[in-house]
Each structure stands twice: as C-alpha cells, then as structure tokens.
C-alpha cells in the first residue's frame, strides 16, 4: 500500500488584511497612548519601530512555523479506508498475541499527537497503542458524512481493519471522547475489554442544565472559531499558550499549532462540538455498557470554571456502573495539562488496571477516594438505574 502524508494542500494561507494608513491630522480625543504612536515625535517614532517589530517578529514565527510544517515528517501512516478516503493512525509499542492494543480517542479539537506524552509512556511500560486523528482532523481526509457518533464509530472501525488490528482493544477517551467509547464498545460487544475515561463527561448527564449550558456555550465557541479561522486571527493567537495548553513534545507542539489556526479543522470541530448532545444520546440508546467490561475514570483535580464542581462530581459514574470500576482524581492537574508529560503517568496507571482486569476476570474493582466533596455520593446515584 502506498502511504504518503497530504501536506501540499495545508500550506501558510492565512489573509492578513493591512490597514489603512491613517490621517496625519488627530482629534484631540485620541487617548495619549494612541497620539504617542501616531505623533511626530522621537518617543512616538520608537514606539512605530517597536509596533512594526512586534508585528514583523510575529509574522517572522508565523512564516517559520508554516516551513517547519510544510517540510515536516508526520509521525504514522496514512490507510485507506474507502471511498476515496484515507486516515492516519500513529501507533508505538511491541503488539503482543492475546494482549489489547489500546486505542487512543482525542477530544474537542484533538488529533493524533495529543497522545504523544501518554503513548511514550504506554510504550515504556511495553503497551500497544494506537492514536488516530478523526476524519477532516490532523492529516485525516474530511468525510461527507455527518460528524456524529456513529459516523464516528464507523470510520474508526474502518481503520482499524484496514491497519489490521483485529484483537481486543482498550478504548481511552479524552473530554467530549467519553460518549464515543460507549457506543464503540457497544457496537463492537466482547472485543472492547476496558475503557479509559480520562477527564470526560457521563452521557447520561447530558440534560443537567449545568452540564447542558455549557456544553452549548462551547459549541457556540467553536462555531465563533470557525467562521474567524479564516482572516487568520486564529494563526496569531497559535503561537501563544492557547495553541497548545497541553505542553507537547515539539514536534506535535509544531502540529498542534498549525491545525489551531486551520479552517478546515476548525469547521469539522465546531460540527464535532455542535453533535456533542447527539454523540451522547447514541450512546444511551446504544444500551449500557457491559458492566464486566474494566472501567478507570482519570479525572483532572483542577477546577477552572463555575460548572466544573457538579460536572467532575459524576465523573466517576461509568467506573461505579462497572463490576471493576477504578478512579482517580489527578491533584493538580488541568484539563488540558492531565495529557502533559507530568500528569500522563495517571492515565497509564488507569490504563494498566483495565489491561490487568481484562487479563484477571476474577480481579476486584478498586474504590480511589477523591478530592471533590460528595463525587462518589453523587456519582452512583443512577449509576446503576
């Protein structure tokens, strides 16, 4: 099979508009920052060549991050997976006969390199695991077909045959990812041996208002970056913290930079995040997990905004439905950071008890205390309705 990686059509095409140039002569209600720049005079002459330095230094960043992308050597390969259609998959680690390869589900705006940090670690410990970047994300071909749940589930299906990994699998989802591995796992009964929420959202908790006004207020963020995405707004704020919250490793870094600010990506993101309630309620009607399918909930320790206290309060719902049920709560860690190279070593350990369950039918499930007041309490209530 020829494999090759589609990099011509991604190239540095972000618009910048110039701005017109500006009358000579200012009202007297300009504000003094702005007379300073503007004025004839020698500090106001500084202050021009500092502006003009910063906006050249960052389209000098720019114009070397879209070189260092266009010559890049993207990790994975790249299968066809039909209908004129090819997505890439990065798998490490030695496969073994009989043991699960995992499979690693980024979240909103994820792709493959996400991963990067968890897999080297996984790979340490002599795990298999395979990241993959959904359709129309990271190098992945877009797909006419809708961005919802079982869309999903049958690209990756599709994948996974077409890379010939057709053993057990442990299934590890990120954020919005946790509904997709329900309703994979239910569509694929008896070859899912363990799932691995890490930092997700239970399906049936969808309708709680809380949970409900924020997963729309995302899907409005998501929709306001795809229609910016385009004049290139999104290209400047990239190189800053908010291009990779994450801390990858440089490579990935260089990538997770790059499709912040694609509109192309940013499109099927923003349709990924506007199906977010549909992905979930696929999963519900899918039917309830196997509860003696392993389950760890690796949950981030770190609130960062008001609704976060009830959302991480039934994290742990999914591990408490199960048989072996196992949770952790990561002190410290973030959303975004629990993916870091810090934090990764969590989501291994959660890894590892689902791979040691599904190797020990008779294994107990572990009860981890918390960090959130009342999460456990809460948790389980309806988890076994």
């Known amino acids: 099979m020829s494999i090759e990686f589609p990099l011509s059509g991604r190239g540095f095409g972000a618009p910048f508009s110039g701005a017109s140039r500006r009358e000579r002569a200012r009202p007297r209600s300009t504000a003094p920052l702005a007379r300073m720049i503007l004025g004839r005079t020698l500090l106001g002459r500084a ?3 500092a502006a003009f330095a910063a906006v050249g230094g960052i389209l000098g960043i720019l114009t070397a991050e879209a070189f260092a992308y266009a010559n890049a050597a993207p990790r994975g390969l ?5 209908g004129g259609r090819r997505m890439r998959m990065v798998c490490e680690g030695q496969a073994v006969a009989g043991r699960p ?3 690693l589900e ?3 705006f994820g792709f493959s390199g ?3 940090h968890v897999q080297n670690d996984l790979t340490a410990k002599g795990v298999r695991s395979c990241a993959y970047d959904r ?3 990271g190098l992945s071909d877009p797909s006419p077909e809708p961005r919802d749940g079982v869309n999903v589930a049958r690209d990756l299906e599709k994948l996974l045959a077409a890379a010939r990994i057709d053993g057990p699998l442990v299934l590890v989802g990120h954020s919005m990812a946790g509904s997709r591995l329900e309703l994979f796992a239910n569509r694929n009964p008896g070859r899912v041996k363990g799932l691995v929420y890490v930092d997700t959202t239970p399906s049936d908790v969808m309708d709680k208002k809380p949970v409900h006004d924020y997963v729309a207020g995302f899907a409005d963020g998501a929709q306001a970056a795809a229609r910016t995405a385009p004049f290139g707004i999104l290209r400047l704020l990239a190189v800053t913290s908010l291009g990779d919250k994450t801390g990858l490793p440089a490579e ?3 990538e997770k930079r790059w499709m912040f600010g694609s509109p192309g990506v940013d499109r099927v993101a923003a349709e990924e995040s506007k199906s977010w309630p549909l992905v979930a309620q696929q999963a519900l009607q899918s039917g ?6 392993a389950v760890a909930v690796v949950s981030a320790g770190v609130t960062e905004a008001d609704e976060d206290p009830m959302m991480k309060s039934v994290q742990p719902r999914p591990a408490l439905a199960s048989d072996r049920g196992y949770v952790e709560v990561v002190d410290g860690a973030t959303h975004h950071s629990i993916l870091g190279a810090h934090y990764a070593p969590a989501i291994v350990k959660g890894v590892n008890f689902v791979l040691n369950a599904a190797a020990d039918p008779g294994r107990d499930g572990v009860r981890m205390a918390t960090v959130f007041e009342g999460q456990s309490q809460m948790a389980e209530t309806g988890a076994r309705d």
Do not use: F, H, N
């Open 288 to 293: 309830k997990v196997d509860p003696r399918i």
């Open 135 to 137: 359709a129309g994300m």
């Open 78 to 82: 790249m299968y066809d997976i039909g």
């Open 252 to 254: 990935e870094d260089l």
């Open 114 to 116: 996400d991963w990067a």
């Open 106 to 108: 980024a979240g909103a």
């Open 101 to 103: 390869t995992v499979v």
């Open 47 to 49: 202050a021009r060549v």
